[in-house]
Structures are given as structure tokens and as C-alpha cells.
């Protein structure tokens, strides 16, 4: 790693950033993160990761230790501090249009920007619609003191919730959109461990580089959608999905990751980034080209419909003062994130009918406690079934996949089970008295 390179910002500190930053340091590189939002800067700084990332605080700690990461709120800091600068920010859905909320990457590139006064590249990560980057670039040229020695390129971040550390250590593969050789040279220089290690590293022009992060989310949204598809017609003709899921597995031109089926997908990315993607193709005029991901995005809505409508069928009579256990809040399990989560969409469409909701999950109560009071929340598994006329397991953590029906079926009102994730075994749950219920199954 030359001198010149060997200093790095990373700005916004959320899920991306945070785990950015920390990872960067555990490569070798010295790194500042900065946020806008104190709290999480002091808390950053304290070692106390702000979100729930399993292996992160560990590598946090270590290199706030090392002193080789700090976090700050000064932008003239990162400015003076680092060559290499990636932008982190979030890009949330902007309103009911579906198109990408740009304004943080945009007020983060006009803060830095001007700041700028000698050579320096900057990379973004953040989800974009294609073509962004080209602008920023422009922006940034223009904005620079050191002008044209201020580059800017692309490269997307692929990483998972959950496996956050993992994913930024050791992606499968990376991608740098950029026509300049400066810009490159400093990815590459950035990403030299992983080169090594023999992990693809691709230079793309911007455009595609932008395209192939939202393609890959548009890719994995599609396959999910697709199971749950052959789901609702499996539940239709009396056919069982998950055997027909294993059965296409063998295929390995079809592969068997992401096809479970179940309540379907929600967090921070795939459904708004669908959304954000159609939303793009229509300005580019080629909205025909994106409209199966209407398809898409309504398989997926209607998964969480269907679930509601199993509890209701197994309860009976409607939800009109009914006790209901719900096990699962985060959109995922190993996340404490509850954007778009399905889990939450069910258990508040329920409470909204007029039964008595009660939900746990292992890390995200917190937050969702917050953001959904119509809930009421419990501290363990038990006391969120207990009296419950029909349980719900809705995110797939391991204690639910875990459960013991016997246990479960002494402090509930009814053994009734709706397995949205498809993770408990029909036959266990039905021999200790229960009535089993999942999503595309008999
Ligand atoms: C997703 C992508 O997987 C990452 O590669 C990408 O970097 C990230 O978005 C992003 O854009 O930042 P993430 O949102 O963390 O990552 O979650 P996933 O693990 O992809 O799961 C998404 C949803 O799909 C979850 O709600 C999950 O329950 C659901 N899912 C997943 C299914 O319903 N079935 C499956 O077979 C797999």
C-alpha cells in the first residue's frame, strides 16, 4: 500500500459505512468515518456500534484501539485527513413515485467537495440510479478548488445485512466504474488484499457499474418473487413448494440460494431498490424493459396478504378481540432492521382488525417498539405466545427454528401455528397436537 493512499474516509456511518469504515482499518488503512448525526459519532467513537451487525464490534474495537479508525462530524477534518473519500450515505425511497432519495448523497458530495483543495478521489458506494455518478462528477469538478484533480468513480457495495463484516472482508466480487486511471489505481490500491486473495476486480465505465448493483438486487428480488409465485399456485393445485423448490435446486443453472419461499422479502434494498429501478427506466424511456418488476414487487406484497389471511382461516371468525402471538419483528433474521419489514406489515395488519398483537424477536424489539406502537411486545419467545389463540412465526431466527412445540403448547390458548418462513418441520408440530400452517404448502 503506497503513502499516498494509505489515508481514507468514509462518509454516513450507517449499516454500509460503519462497517466500511471498521473493515478498512482492519485491512491496514488508516480511516476516518464521519456522520452528520452526532449520536452516532460518539457512540462510533465508544466503540458501541449503533445497530445490531454480528462480528462488527469486535473489529471496531480493535482498530479504535490500534488507532487506526476514528470517527468524526468535521468535514475539514476528513478533508485535510484523507486522499481516497467514499461516499456511504443512505438512498431511501423518495415518496410513493418509488424513485431513490438523492438529497444525501448530493448535500454529503457539496459539503466534501469544496473542502477539496489538492488531489483526491472520491468513490461512491451508495445505491444510485444509473447515471447519478456522471453528475456528481461534474459537480465535483466544479465545486474543487483542485478542479480536475478532484476524480470521481463508482463501486458498488454488495454487502448483507448480517454478514456485513464478511461480505466487506471478502465480496464476491469487486466493481469500479471510472475511466480514469487515477481512479482505478486507488481502487485497486484500496482493494489490494482482496485482489490477492484472488477476488475478482472488474473496471467498468460508470454507468455500469451503477447498473450492476441495482441489476443484482432487481436479480435477487425476481428469484424470491419467483418461488412465491409458484407458491400461490402450489397452494391453488395442492402442491407442496418447498419440495418443489429443493427439486429445481439440482438444477445448478437455477442454484438454490435465494429461492425460499415464504413471507418474502423486505429491509432496506430490495424493495425500494425495484422500486427506484422502474422508476429510473421510465425516465429513461424504457419502462416496458422493468415492468415484470411490478410482478415482482406484487408477488411480494401479496405474500404478506396471504399470511394474514391463514391466521385469520386458522383462528377463525376474524381478529376482532383475539389474542395473537407474533415471533419475529426484524426484516431478517441476524438484523435488527426493520425497514419494509414483513413480519411488522402482518403483525400491525392484524392488530388493525382488531386482535390483540403481541410480538418478540431476539434484537429488534427495540426499534420496533419505537415505530409501532398499535404492538404490544414481549421480552421472550413464551410470554409472546402466551394465551396466544394462533402464533406466528414471521422472521427466521434460530431460537423459532428451535422451538419446541411441547414447550410452546403449554402456555398457549390453541396449538395453532402459521410458519411464514417455512422453517419448522410440518410433521414434529402436527404430532405434538398443533395445526400446522406455511405459506405454499398443503
Ligand atoms: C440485499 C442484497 O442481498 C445484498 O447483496 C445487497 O448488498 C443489499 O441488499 C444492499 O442493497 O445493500 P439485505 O437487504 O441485507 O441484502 O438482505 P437479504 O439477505 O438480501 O434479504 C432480503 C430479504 O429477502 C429478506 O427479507 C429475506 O427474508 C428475504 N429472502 C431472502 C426470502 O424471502 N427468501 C430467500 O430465499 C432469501
Not at 17 to 34: N, P, R, S
Not at 142 to 154: K, N, R, Y
Not at 375 to 380: F, G, K, Q, V
Not at 386 to 403: C, G, I, K, M
Request: hydrophobic residues 45%.
Amino acid at each position: 500500500v503506497s503513502q499516498a493512499l494509505t489515508r481514507i474516509s468514509v462518509i454516513g456511518t450507517g449499516y454500509l459505512g460503519a462497517t466500511h469504515a471498521a473493515c478498512m482499518a482492519e485491512l491496514g488503512f488508516e480511516v476516518i468515518g464521519l456522520d452528520v448525526d452526532r449520536a452516532k459519532v460518539e457512540s462510533l467513537s465508544a466503540g458501541r456500534v449503533p445497530f445490531y451487525e454480528p462480528g462488527l464490534e469486535e473489529v471496531l474495537a480493535r482498530n479504535l484501539e490500534s488507532g487506526r479508525l476514528r470517527f468524526t462530524t468535521d468535514y475539514d477534518e476528513v478533508a485535510a485527513f484523507a486522499d481516497l473519500h467514499f461516499i456511504c450515505v443512505g438512498t431511501p425511497q423518495r415518496d410513493d413515485s418509488g424513485a431513490a432519495d438523492l438529497s444525501y448523497v448530493k448535500s454529503s458530495v457539496e459539503a466534501l467537495a469544496p473542502r477539496l483543495d489538492r488531489p483526491a478521489v472520491v468513490i461512491g458506494k451508495s445505491t444510485v440510479p444509473v447515471g447519478t455518478a456522471a453528475v456528481l462528477a461534474a459537480r465535483i469538478r466544479e465545486l474543487a478548488p483542485a478542479g480536475d484533480a478532484v476524480e470521481l468513480g463508482w463501486s458498488p457495495e454488495f454487502l448483507r445485512e448480517g454478514f456485513g463484516v464478511e461480505d466487506t472482508l471478502r465480496p464476491n466480487r469487486i466493481v469500479i466504474g471510472t475511466d480514469s486511471p487515477r481512479v482505478e489505481a486507488a481502487m485497486r490500491e484500496a482493494s489490494a488484499p482482496q485482489i490477492e486473495a484472488g477476488i475478482p476486480f472488474m473496471v467498468t465505465d460508470l454507468q455500469t457499474a451503477e447498473l450492476v448493483k441495482i441489476s443484482a438486487n432487481a436479480f435477487l428480488a425476481t428469484k424470491i418473487s419467483f418461488i412465491n409465485a409458484m407458491a400461490e399456485v402450489s397452494e391453488a393445485a395442492g402442491a407442496d413448494v418447498m419440495q418443489l423448490a429443493k427439486a429445481l435446486s439440482y438444477d445448478d443453472r437455477i442454484g438454490g440460494k435465494f429461492l425460499g419461499p415464504g413471507l418474502g422479502f423486505g429491509g432496506g434494498c430490495l424493495p425500494k431498490d425495484i422500486r427506484a429501478f422502474m422508476a429510473r427506466a421510465d425516465e429513461l424511456g424504457v419502462e416496458p424493459a422493468l415492468s415484470f418488476l411490478r410482478e415482482v414487487d406484487a408477488i411480494n406484497q401479496r405474500r404478506r396478504a396471504r399470511t394474514v389471511d391463514i391466521a385469520r382461516a386458522l383462528i377463525g371468525g376474524g381478529f376482532a378481540g383475539r389474542t395473537v402471538g407474533v415471533l419475529g419483528a426484524a426484516f431478517k433474521p441476524n438484523s435488527d432492521d426493520i425497514r419494509d419489514s414483513p413480519a411488522l406489515d402482518v403483525a400491525s395488519t392484524i392488530a388493525s382488525l382488531g386482535a390483540h398483537v403481541t410480538v418478540y424477536d431476539p434484537e429488534a424489539l427495540e426499534r420496533a417498539e419505537r415505530e409501532h406502537t398499535e404492538l404490544n411486545y414481549a421480552r421472550s419467545m413464551l410470554e409472546a405466545v402466551r394465551d396466544a389463540e394462533v402464533v406466528l412465526l414471521l422472521t427466521e431466527w434460530s431460537e423459532f427454528r428451535d422451538a419446541d412445540p411441547e414447550e410452546l403448547g403449554k402456555v398457549v390458548a390453541e396449538r395453532k401455528i402459521v410458519d411464514g418462513r417455512n422453517v419448522l418441520d410440518p410433521a414434529h408440530w402436527r404430532a405434538r397436537g398443533w395445526t400446522y400452517r406455511a405459506l405454499g404448502r398443503p
